[in-house]
């Protein structure tokens, strides 16, 4: 990138906004849109640098200035097709990178803006269930012997049968885990109209995964699935559950059309 | 669902509490750009080192060795990332690569030691790596590689391990210990029999654990594409998996982009097993499906196609309550209470 800038691209919303507070983006550089005719239209900065580069920290506070610009596009249009981070249209082709884009746009309006209309009102939930591994066990008669015997021995030795009284609890964790996502899964499949399951998901300790998805629902339906999480929260004890949201759909904002094959 | 409103989870919007969730979000959904059209994309290779474990899904199609399947952008990560730690030459591609360590004997004393980091099996070498400091731990050009071979022995934990051994045509032997050593054996195989096109073409979907048939337990009776149907907030929607029926685990339908199985059922939780014909308006489905298999369970009906829904019906009949007895689907009983 040297010249010619490139343009950041934070979100395409629906060109046909009336004018729209953009505000400043990550870094507070000022925001622009980049609209083809009356069709959708991206949300951008002017980019000389290379990609967002550098430590966590940094690159943590990039993200939640994206995400922030993404959001204030969310509220004001109802509707938005968040980018990933980092993503920068370049100049080339003889072209500069806004009318690349707008090239972009206008060939892609019809997919973008049907995506977008499919998105109003709808909004990103994200629910995590884990069962505390101990709790999950509690009930189990062979864990609750080697718990007894494990006070009466002397401290070597408890740390080998602590290692085991670990391996059962996960073990039993894991296997109520599966007995129970088929079940959590239907229920919030009938509360939602897409679902996403979330692969990178972190693991809080001592506890085993039981599903970890993005649900997309309108933003009436975040009661229901409040009420459900709730029911769960009171049939199993071993349950802990984060719920997130409601936010941008993010994991929803794919537009095959754009990706054949 | 008779909860009490006032006790209703709440989503949480607070940045702080989500913002490892928010990271994964920005990082790894929302709408790429057409590459071709449009865009210098560099959504990976400059983020900083731990954010990087996010897209610990691409570390396991490395192991797999499943790059020939990747668009040239996330190649091009991959080569980046691994020329951090080895220089590759122009043409030389990275292949699969994962966890594993070199055992080095010291020249000048009886010494030996596990030196740790991981393999990378390029289209001309394999190497075994060292991330910080880089540095290359032991290499062979595949040319040179005159035998592999897979070798048990006890680590110093007492656990037995798996190694590759490798030998070369300068007579020398090297013992590597990977996270998958038969696997890896197999792609370096691969590579020396010219065939190299391990997963080409193959689907993201599915095919990390369709390549791993030698794995599959002994318990495990039948196993096929089956289609589930999902009930959601809109209606019905076809989702491609696999099922499996097991003596142990029972039957089960997985999405491979899932965590777990969504149908898990033991034989005497399926109280029927049937057959009725696609409708027309079972559009959804893959062209060539007809038949629909009904499973029966007390919790409701599930509905499953695929092109040998008979055969799941059958075995599934032959195993499951309502064949060992001949009873039908249990009939809500309203009438008489």
Known sequence: MTDSPGLYVYAVIPGSLPALALGTGI?????????????????????RRAPYSGADDDVQRWILEHSNVVERCWEQAGTVLPMSFNVIVAPGDGMPASARLAQWLAA???????????????????????????????????????????????????????????????????????????QYRRRLATLSEDLAENRHAHQPPASVSVL?????????????????????????QAAQIRFLGPWPPYSFADVPELNPG | MDTGRDEDMQPTRDPQATLSELVDALLNKGVYLDLDLVITVADIPLIGI?????????????????????????????????????LLRPDEDVVAGMAGGYYWQDPSSSAATWRQGRIYLTTERLIVCRREPPEVLWQAALGAVSGLELR???????????????????????????????????????????????????????????????EEPDTLLFKGDLWYQEIRATGPVWRGGTGRYDVQEGFT????????????????????????????????????????????????????????AEQWAMLLRGVSRAGRRDTGVPEVDDAES
């Open chain 2, 50 to 86: 731990s954010l990087r474990a996010a897209i610990a899904g691409m570390e396991t199609m490395l192991e797999y060795g499943m790059m020939n399947g990747w668009d040239e952008r996330t190649r091009a990560w991959v080569r980046d990332s691994v020329a951090r730690q080895v």
């Open chain 2, 152 to 214: 048990t022995e006890p680590s110093v934990g007492g656990a037995i391990r798996t190694r590759l051994l490798v030998r070369t045509d300068d007579g020398a032997a090297a013992l590597l210990s990977a996270a998958e050593p038969a696997r890896l054996k197999d792609l370096v195989r691969n590579r020396l029999d010219g065939t190299g096109q391990i997963a080409a073409g193959a689907p993201a979907f599915g095919s990390s654990q369709a390549g791993d048939g030698a």
């Open chain 1, 108 to 182: 892609s309006g019809p997919a973008l803006a049907g995506r977008l209309d499919a998105l109003r009102e709808r909004v990103e939930l994200r629910v995590e269930i884990s069962l505390d591994q101990q709790l999950a066990a509690g009930d189990d008669p062979e864990v609750a012997a080697l718990r007894e015997e494990m006070q009466h021995r002397p401290a070597g030795v408890q740390r080998l049968l602590r290692k085991r009284l670990d391996g059962m609890e996960r073990g039993i964790a894991e296997r109520l885990a599966g007995r129970l996502y088929p």
């Open chain 1, 212 to 236: 970890n998805i993005a649900l997309l629902v309108p933003r009436s339906a975040v009661t229901a699935i409040g009420g459900e999480l709730s029911a769960i929260a009171a049939e199993e």
């Open chain 2, 253 to 308: 339908w997985q999405d491979p982009r899932d965590r777990r199985p969504a149908i898990r059922l033991q034989p005497d939780e399926i109280t029927a097993a049937g057959i009725e014909s696609a409708g027309t308006d079972e559009a959804r489905l893959p062209a060539g499906i007809s038949s629909i298999l009904i499973l029966g369970t007390a919790e409701g009906t599930i509905r499953l196609a695929s092109a040998r």
């Open chain 1, 27 to 47: 870094d507070d550089v000022p925001l622009k849109l980049v609209a083809a005719g009356g069709g959708p239209a991206a949300v951008v900065h002017e980019h």
